[in-house]
């Protein structure tokens, strides 16, 4: 089954305390992207990735890091989380818009609090 | 710098009615490519309908239909025989792509609340 798959799906975590939200998808495509989500403001780019080795900032990205080491996998590291990234958190894939609709996948969402 | 306006955080609308949820958008890139999403209550998200920049017909999938015009850069999203299903959060998408970059940015939502 096509899918982006997210992990975890839900954490409570502290200040400080670094954490990882996986994401991988099994649908080969080229393109990812973390966005989150919080009342009022739709959902807000905060990397994306074009193919390997590729990434680039969106319109968040500060207190984030990513990388894309392989295709499948576009992980979201936060080194010292803050409450103000207490949100919900969508990792999507597609194909590069030049083959392509450019429809994005999503995968199921994160929802992190940092107390 | 690519924008996506939503006006309406809510919209209510009877069931068998239509509704038009509105989208604006800006951008200079010359291609670009808009998209519908809904997000239920269960959070996820489901792809609706897109349209290309190029694109001369307006998209229809089914009871969504897209009302792009270009040159007002408006790309409203039709519903009609709204069922009780349809209440959900609606999200207007764009992705542009130039050279070196491929961003793809969402509005802040319109709500939409069918009654019987």
């Known amino acids: 089954e096509a899918q982006v798959t997210q992990n975890p799906r839900y954490l409570i975590t502290v200040t400080g305390k670094k954490l990882t939200v996986t994401c991988s998808q099994n649908m080969n495509h080229e393109y990812m992207s973390w966005y989150r989500q919080d009342p009022g403001l739709g959902l807000r780019q905060i990397y994306y990735s074009m193919n390997v080795e590729v990434t680039d900032k969106g319109d968040v990205p500060e207190g984030y890091k ?4 392989e295709k499948r996998n576009f992980p979201l590291i936060l080194e010292s989380p803050s409450p103000n990234q207490t949100s919900l958190y969508f990792c999507a894939s597609s194909l590069s818009l030049a083959s ?3 429809e994005l996948f999503f995968g199921e969402g994160s929802r992190l609090t940092v107390l | 710098a690519q924008k996506i306006t939503q006006t309406q955080p809510g919209m209510f609308v009877q069931e068998k009615e239509a509704v038009t949820l509105d989208c604006t958008y800006d951008t200079s890139d010359q291609s670009y490519g808009l998209f519908w999403y809904k997000q239920p209550s269960s959070g996820e998200m489901i792809f609706l309908i897109y349209q290309g920049s190029y694109d001369e017909q307006n998209a229809t999938e089914g009871r969504y239909s897209l009302n792009f015009q270009k040159a007002r850069k408006s790309a409203n999203l039709v519903i009609s025989a709204s069922q009780l299903g349809d209440s959900a959060m609606y999200f207007c998408a764009m992705r542009g792509f130039s ?7 969402f509005g802040t939502g319109t709500r939409l609340q069918v009654f019987p």
């Open chain 1, 100 to 102: 392509n609709t450019g």
């Open chain 2, 99 to 105: 050279y070196n970059t491929d961003k793809l940015i």
């Open chain 1, 66 to 69: 990513v990388s894309r080491k």
